[in-house]
């Protein structure tokens, strides 16, 4: 049985990659120094594959704590979850982002080399395009300078793996992801966001909740079809498939490092998304139109013809189906 070290795999996306991993038959170690996630979701992935993992709590930075994992345990590849990802907290705090974001992959890296670990999967994110003029975004578009110390952090890390196996042997996969959003189909896990929400989605269930008393959309003034940002919303259980449908692909991988778009190919509006929430779930919702927010781009989707051919993944999953997880989940959350 292929064994997989997964980072942050306590996370939101990791979370829902280590149950597609188990389902898929690959034995799971996980690495997780819980600042951004709750011991209880490991109880939650094993209720739902049925399942034991394990699990080291503890900080990829710390060289001790993967020299214990990897001293121990014969990998066959890493997934990299582990990784701060909030946009406006990286604009406050570079060098906490960083520190962690850009250390933790090389303190990883060393590991890696060290006990010879042959395949990395790399968390990416479509942040890397910025302000794309040729929609839909193909992984041929240019990177362009971030938005944000968060963003920065993606296109150094992607820098540093194009560079890295130049000089060395090791199976590199990034993946760009688009908006990750929605649930496990149980309910059993989801986004788990601390404070309040950053993000669209998680700001809705909460609206819904009652625990946020409106939605303030960021602009109705963009050059789109109702004046909203446009974004390509993916479920996360599809993003988590195709983690372990890279991870089979990197075993076989002709060059040492290639890129994919994680995205639907569909581009939906602010107010596409909350009139979808409010038709899967049969509620109304409180929101108003606000000023635009600083470092939102206007529109971006994904062009996923490579990940599609390649790969052979596509996204299952529909808005409707993301937006009725989502609120299943935020319910879920409340009964317990
Ligand atoms: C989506 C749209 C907002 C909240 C970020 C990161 C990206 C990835 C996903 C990590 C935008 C609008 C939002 C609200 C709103 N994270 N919005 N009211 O900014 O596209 O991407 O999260 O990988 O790297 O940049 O996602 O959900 O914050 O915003 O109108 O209360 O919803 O303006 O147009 P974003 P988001």
């Not at 049925?50 to 990897?70: A, H, I, M, R, S």
């Not at 999967?121 to 578009?141: A, H, M, Q, R």
């Not at 150094?156 to 590199?172: A, G, S």
Request: net charge negative; hydrophobic share 40%; aromatic share 8%.
């Amino acid at each position: 049985m292929k064994k997989i070290l997964v980072t942050g795999g306590l996370g939101y996306i990791g979370s829902h990659t280590v149950v597609e991993l188990q389902n898929k038959g690959y034995e799971v170690v996980v690495i997780d120094n819980l600042s951004n996630s709750k011991l209880e979701v490991k109880k939650r992935i094993e209720r739902i594959t049925g399942k034991p993992f394990e699990l080291l709590v503890g900080d990829v930075n710390d060289p001790n704590v993967l020299e214990q994992l990897f001293s121990k345990s014969s990998f066959d590849g890493v997934i990299h979850f582990a990784a701060f990802k909030a946009v406006g907290e990286s604009v406050d705090f570079p060098i906490k982002y960083y520190q962690n974001n850009v250390s933790g992959l090389i303190t990883l890296l060393a590991a890696m080399d060290k006990y010879e670990t042959k395949n990395l999967i790399f968390s990416s994110s479509c942040t890397v395009y910025g302000t794309v003029k040729d929609l839909p975004v193909n992984e041929n578009s240019p990177i362009q300078e971030a938005e944000s110390p968060y963003g920065t952090t993606k296109i150094l890390c992607e820098e540093i793996l194009q560079d890295y196996v130049k000089h060395k042997p090791l199976n590199v996969i990034l993946l760009r992801y688009f908006n990750p959003v929605g649930a496990h189909p149980s309910s059993e896990i989801g986004e788990l966001p601390l404070g309040v929400p950053n993000n669209l989605v998680p700001f809705i269930t909460q609206t819904a909740a009652g625990i946020r008393e409106k939605i303030t959309v960021f602009g109705n003034d963009y050059n789109t079809i109702d004046g909203t940002c446009v974004r390509d919303y993916i479920h996360v259980v599809d993003l988590a498939d195709a983690h372990v449908k890279a991870l089979e692909f990197a075993e076989s991988m002709s060059t040492s490092i290639d890129v994919f778009n994680i995205g639907t190919g569909n581009g939906n509006t602010v107010l596409e998304v909350i009139k979808a929430f409010e038709q899967a779930n049969e509620m109304k919702l409180n929101y108003q139109i606000g000023a635009r927010r600083a470092g939102d781009v206007e529109q971006i989707w994904a062009d996923t013809t490579k990940v599609s051919n390649v790969l052979g993944w596509n996204a299952r999953y529909n808005l409707n189906d993301m937006m009725k997880h989502a609120w299943k989940w935020q319910e879920n959350l409340e009964n317990n």
